[in-house]
């Protein structure tokens, strides 16, 4: 089996099953009951949120753990909308953002709330400009993610973070899932106040993550019940997915700093590779992330190709997960301002530090053959 699949989910790393497994058996007890197994689990929860801390540079008290990226956007974005709708209802976010902040942020214009989607260039980049002049008295929220899921493109967030500091009233979210573990970030003074993360992105279980909230936030929870995790997301704790993402996190950061040159050579030779076939064309930028590598063979259907090649135990995808069964154009793609052949064409190739020269070299020669074969469909 050839994975290249990614960005919609990773192989659990065996480290992190084993800690989830030795958590769930050892300290299954309620983080909030009284008595002494209640008192351990606690205490390695906050041991946890401890290590997730050190990890990232900041404050123990500013880690949030939650079941992924789709509900670390909705309680960032939602949570500072419904606190903060008496000083503004305008919100700042693009026309990319995954599926989990776009619609997340279509849901609060149906309660009365501005959102402006600012448009992308063609490598899908938002000017830092059009960020600026969109700021207005009652903007409260900037939402834009780091790393797009699709087509990986890479976005200013450091250059977004210093117009935010000038704007004490509004707040930044950014979301960070594909970025975690390939792009670095810094959220230590950097402007950002809400940052969002997925475990099983970086190769740690589904229904894991953490949400950044810098000291100083307030937030509408979305959860109600017994206050825990800072008052903002009640319900009984899952220890042993914290503990496994904090082991995803310490892993995926020790290959991040060993192998991102290796990554970089995979996604080189890839795109050299794609750019010689006379079908394909390459949606992703020479400046995206090396993880992610978009591009379209018009006039064919994706999911012709994605299934062909599933047949001889290769895997990639076309666009995000949480929407690829929705066969029309790519709203990422399309965006950019790249024509609806290539919108609707367009296939995903998501690497991780685990993939090798050799696979990316055997995906390239059954493409190759795959195209061949798929000619009289696409004529």
Do not use: W
Not at 116 to 137: F, M
């Amino acid at each position: 089996m050839i994975y290249l699949d990614n960005s919609a989910t990773t192989k659990p790393h065996p480290e992190v099953l084993q800690s989830f497994q030795q958590v769930s058996t050892s300290f299954f007890a309620n983080p909030s009951s009284i008595h002494i197994l209640g008192g351990e689990t606690e205490k390695l929860l906050l041991k946890s949120k401890e290590q997730a801390a050190n990890l990232l540079n900041v404050y123990e008290d500013e880690i949030i753990f939650t079941s992924g990226g789709t509900e670390g956007n909705n309680i960032a974005i939602k949570g500072i909308a419904l606190q903060h709708q008496g000083r503004g209802k305008h919100i700042i976010t693009s026309e990319i953002e995954h599926p989990s902040v776009y619609e997340a942020c279509k849901s609060l214009e149906a309660l009365g709330f501005q959102i402006t989607y600012l448009p992308v260039n063609e490598t899908g980049v938002v000017s830092v400009e059009d960020v600026k002049r969109a700021i207005q008295p009652d903007t409260i929220l900037i939402s834009i993610m780091h790393v797009n899921n699709e087509i990986g493109s890479i976005q200013p967030i450091k250059e977004i973070g210093e117009i935010a500091k000038n704007h004490p009233k509004l707040f930044f979210h950014v979301d960070h899932v594909q970025g975690l573990g390939k792009v670095p970030i810094t959220l230590s003074n950097s402007g950002i106040d809400l940052c969002t993360m997925s475990g099983h992105k970086i190769h740690g279980l589904k229904g894991t993550g953490i949400l950044y909230k810098r000291r100083g936030v307030k937030l509408f929870p979305l959860f109600h019940g017994g206050d825990q995790e800072l008052k903002i997301r009640s319900g009984t704790e899952n220890l042993a997915g914290a503990v496994a993402f904090v082991k995803a996190l310490r892993l995926i950061k020790e290959r991040q700093v060993r192998d991102s040159e290796k990554l970089f050579q995979l996604n080189l030779y890839l795109r050299q590779e794609l750019g010689e076939i006379e079908e394909v064309v390459i949606n992703s930028s020479e400046q995206a992330a090396p993880h992610i590598l978009n591009f379209s063979i018009p006039g064919l259907k994706p999911e012709v190709m994605i299934h062909t090649l599933g047949k001889q135990g290769i895997f990639i995808s076309t666009k995000s997960a949480c929407s690829s069964k929705d066969l029309d154009e790519s709203r990422i793609v399309k965006a950019c301002g790249f024509s609806q052949d290539r919108a609707k064409s367009a296939l995903r190739v998501s690497l991780t530090y685990d993939n090798t020269m050799d696979e990316i070299k055997t995906f390239i020669h059954k493409l190759k053959e795959a195209i061949n074969q798929l000619k009289e469909v696409m004529e």
